[in-house]
């Protein structure tokens, strides 16, 4: 079955930099396009960014444009997400999720599944 | 940015009841609109989407229906197992957005 497996979350401070990492089992990662999506504590969902099944094309929320990064290695089934200049307001539980599409290479921008999350918390 | 505004809030309804969630987008979505529900401490799984197409394995008491810009999510006979939190996602244009979530607890 699907799984995808969130890591690399902690504790930075203001305006340093973190590095997530997503790996992926259970289909074909390459033909899929993949999302992070985040939630602060006790809040609601916020889309973070997607990216397409061969990297050629990434799309990011407001809040994050210019200082997020998202990649991915299809070689090793693995989804990145670059983030500089953290704020505190970055604080979240940060979710991969596979796009649930009508067919390989075909983005249609619904989250399913999700993996477990991994908590970032910026705090000085 | 397409803005996407849920009600209520919370809502608290006994087991049999039928609930109803609404999802307004501040434009049209041609269809494009998704639910999810979060158990809490878990990560959220999708329901539906297209409006209307239920994801493989979603109990069929959950059912989607809509157009244009509003649009409802129906438990037919609420189950203590749905205590969740429900959102809206629309997928029509990015920067993809949530709505602000529904609570629904056990009367």
């Known amino acids: 079955q699907v799984q995808l497996v969130e890591s690399g979350g902690g504790v930075v401070q203001p305006g340093r930099s973190l590095r997530l990492s997503c790996a992926a089992s259970?289909?074909?990662?390459?033909?899929?396009?993949m999302h992070w999506v985040r939630q602060a504590p006790g809040k609601g969902l916020e889309w973070v960014a997607v990216?397409?099944?061969?990297?050629?094309?990434?799309y990011y929320g407001d809040s994050v444009k210019g200082r997020f990064t998202i990649s991915r290695d299809n070689s090793r089934n693995t989804l990145f997400l670059q983030m500089n200049s953290l704020r505190a307001e970055d604080t979240a539980v940060y979710y991969c999720?596979?796009?649930?599409?009508?067919?390989?290479?075909?983005?249609?921008?619904?989250?399913?599944?999700w993996g477990q999350g991994t908590l970032v918390t910026v705090s000085s | 940015d397409i803005q996407m505004t849920q009600s209520p809030s919370s809502v608290t309804a006994s087991v049999g009841d039928r609930v109803t969630i609404t999802c307004r987008a501040s434009?049209?979505?041609?269809?494009?609109l998704g639910w999810y529900q979060q158990k809490p401490g878990k990560a959220p799984k999708l329901l539906i989407y297209?409006?209307?197409s239920l994801q493989r394995g979603v109990p069929s008491r959950f059912s989607g229906s809509g157009s244009g810009t509003d649009f409802t999510l129906t438990i037919s006979s609420l189950q203590p197992e749905d205590v969740a939190t429900y959102y809206c996602?629309?997928?029509?244009?990015?920067?993809?957005?949530f709505g602000g979530g529904t609570k629904v607890e056990i009367k």
């Open positions: 297209v409006t209307s």
């Open positions: 259970g289909f074909i990662f390459r033909s899929y396009g």
């Open positions: 996602q629309q997928a029509k244009s990015f920067p993809l957005t």
């Open positions: 434009q049209g979505l041609s269809g494009w």
């Open positions: 990216i397409s099944y061969d990297g050629s094309n990434t």
């Open positions: 999720a596979k796009d649930h599409s009508s067919g390989p290479e075909v983005l249609d921008n619904w989250f399913d599944p």
